[in-house]
């Protein structure tokens, strides 16, 4: 099954920039439509970001003017350019498909936004 590698997160103050990377184990993913979802403890993961095959995204409110997300085929992977950062962005981010999460999850990266 394709595995998926999360990168890119760290620790910003309110207003800063982080660029997170998914780099995905098979190009089979670049047909995929895949989302960036963030988990904080005791919820659920949210979907914030989805971005289909053909290029075509979408975004949850509360992010929407402020993170970016794109993908590059070539290299099997999918990007989140978050900028403006939030205290309440912080969490762990992952990727997978979407609607529905269809492969293992990867062990995401942490973003830690201080205020």
């Known amino acids: 099954q394709v595995r998926l590698e999360e990168s890119g997160g760290g620790s910003v103050q309110a207003g800063g920039s982080l660029s997170l990377s998914c780099v995905a184990s098979?190009?089979?993913?670049?047909?995929?439509?895949v989302a960036w979802y963030r988990q904080t403890p005791g919820n659920q993961r949210e979907m914030v970001a989805v971005?289909?095959?053909?290029?075509?995204?979408n975004y949850d409110e509360s992010v929407k003017g402020r993170f970016t997300i794109s993908r590059d085929n070539a290299k099997a992977t999918v990007y989140l350019q978050m900028n403006s950062l939030k205290p309440w962005d912080t969490a762990v981010y992952y990727c997978?498909?979407?609607?529905?999460?269809?492969?293992?999850w990867g062990q995401g990266t942490q973003v830690t936004v201080s205020s």
């Open positions: 971005i289909n095959g053909g290029g075509g995204t």
């Open positions: 098979e190009s089979i993913f670049n047909l995929y439509t």
């Open positions: 997978n498909t979407y609607p529905a999460p269809k492969l293992n």
